[in-house]
């Protein structure tokens, strides 16, 4: 192998340009560091992307989860269903709370929830045991949220689609139209992530998407502290123009001014990055498509977004402490939840969702991001199958 990387490969990267610094050190420049006009015109122009009527920008993609948890009014003794395979927040924000979780198994080919477990679920309790579903789009590929919406009003649930693996990305509808993750034709709320491995990234920060505009004012109240100054929605006579209302208990989950100047830089490249993630996806598909041993997860998926490119192989930690040794770093993704000890603590265990734990035993995210070489590709593929000859050896 006469190729060596000139930098470590780990499994997804940011990507700053000159374009995005300048557009920070603009930001930096200007009037409002926080609550300026940025903030409002990244949530316009994101809203836009990906098809909703109204986004509101947030700290992070957990503050994003929590503020549409408490929209919707979860409260203690209230259940929600959402998959074990995903990132902790996406339970965590009912536990916030005082919600109960309950989870349903993934679809082992897809690595989403499977509907029809969630189903089972449903039927097998009372009309309104459940109150909610947090569906979530696993490594880049969405969720069909039209069926997942039907499910709901069949049993009078709400939808909170995390989308945080996959702006860009859509599915397939009945009608054969695509429909786009976080466009809240079927969700009624839905939340990003910008995070650095993640499609656009301001540092951190999230946002929020949905087509209710009742549910659009009520979170700008709940990110600044339950506070209103909006006229239409004051209770009292204003005592001058400095008065405004807290009106109930909300959170600081601004997102500043300079961070939504490097997401809106982000964005006018976000489809370029979009369509690298999916050409190498592509070349990865190719290279693995005859290798024993290996299995890609959900190959070759119309509308995937490719935030994660997941193998799974039977000696997954063996995979992983050999390409560490070739600077290249993936990751797992992710430790089922109901396996973290602050679940188990609440009476999950081992053995519950069982194909979630069988994915979990053997996959591995590797390189994925727009700046990834096809030489570096290439070294990574190569490395990957001189572990596999050298363990058939």
């Given at each position: 192998m006469s190729f060596e990387p000139t930098r470590p490969l780990p499994y997804g990267r940011q990507h700053i340009t000159d374009a995005d610094i300048a557009a920070v050190t603009a930001a930096l420049h200007a009037d409002y560091l926080t609550q300026g006009p940025t903030v409002?015109?990244?949530?316009?122009?994101?809203?836009?992307?990906?098809?909703?009527?109204?986004?509101?920008?947030?700290?992070?993609?957990?503050?994003?989860?929590?503020?549409?948890?408490?929209?919707?009014?979860?409260?203690?003794?209230?259940?929600?269903?959402?998959?074990?395979?995903?990132?902790?927040?996406?339970?965590?924000?009912?536990?916030?709370?005082?919600?109960?979780?309950?989870?349903?198994?993934?679809?082992?080919?897809?690595?989403?929830?499977?509907?029809?477990?969630?189903?089972?679920?449903?039927?097998?309790?009372?009309?309104?045991?459940?109150?909610?579903?947090?569906?979530?789009?696993?490594?880049?590929?969405?969720?069909?949220?039209?069926?997942?919406?039907?499910?709901?009003?069949?049993?009078?649930?709400?939808?909170?689609?995390?989308?945080?693996?996959?702006?860009?990305?859509?599915?397939?509808?009945?009608?054969?139209?695509?429909?786009?993750?976080?466009?809240?034709?079927?969700?009624?709320?839905?939340?990003?992530?910008?995070?650095?491995?993640?499609?656009?990234?301001?540092?951190?920060?999230?946002?929020?998407?949905?087509?209710?505009?009742?549910?659009?004012?009520?979170?700008?109240?709940?990110?600044?502290?339950?506070?209103?100054?909006?006229?239409?929605?004051?209770?009292?006579?204003?005592?001058?123009?400095w008065y405004m209302e807290m009106q109930e208990l909300g959170y600081n989950y601004r997102l500043p001014d300079f961070n939504c100047a490097l997401g809106l830089s982000q964005l006018v490249r976000a489809d370029e990055g979009l369509a690298r993630r999916r050409q190498l996806a592509a070349q990865y598909d190719a290279a693995f498509a005859q290798v024993p041993g290996l299995t890609v997860l959900a190959p070759s998926r119309p509308g995937h977004a490719y935030h994660l490119y997941v193998i799974e192989i039977a000696d997954r930690k063996g995979l992983y402490d050999f390409l560490k040794t070739k600077q290249i770093f993936t990751q797992v993704h992710y430790i089922p939840v109901h396996r973290m000890p602050y679940y188990e603590d609440l009476g999950w265990k081992a053995g519950d969702f069982p194909l979630a734990e069988t994915y979990y035993a053997h996959c591995l995210s590797i390189p994925l991001f727009p700046t990834l070489t096809d030489e570096e590709q290439a070294y990574v593929v190569a490395c990957i199958k001189d572990f596999l000859m050298r363990n058939e050896e």
């Open positions: 409002a015109e990244f949530e316009k122009q994101f809203a836009a992307y990906v098809g909703a009527r109204y986004a509101v920008a947030v700290s992070n993609g957990t503050a994003a989860l929590h503020l549409c948890a408490l929209a919707l009014n979860v409260q203690p003794g209230q259940r929600v269903i959402t998959t074990p395979l995903t990132f902790s927040a996406s339970a965590n924000c009912v536990r916030y709370c005082g919600g109960e979780v309950h989870f349903a198994d993934i679809d082992p080919a897809t690595g989403l929830i499977d509907l029809g477990k969630v189903r089972e679920i449903l039927e097998a309790h009372p009309q309104g045991h459940f109150t909610g579903l947090i569906p979530v789009d696993f490594a880049g590929l969405a969720v069909n949220l039209e069926e997942a919406r039907q499910l709901a009003d069949e049993f009078g649930l709400w939808i909170i689609e995390d989308s945080c693996h996959a702006p860009g990305g859509f599915f397939i509808d009945s009608k054969g139209q695509e429909q786009r993750c976080g466009n809240g034709n079927f969700a009624d709320l839905a939340i990003f992530s910008f995070h650095p491995v993640k499609h656009i990234a301001t540092g951190e920060g999230g946002m929020i998407t949905t087509n209710s505009e009742a549910l659009f004012h009520h979170l700008l109240r709940l990110r600044t502290h339950g506070i209103t100054r909006d006229p239409a929605d004051l209770r009292r006579a204003p005592d001058g123009g």
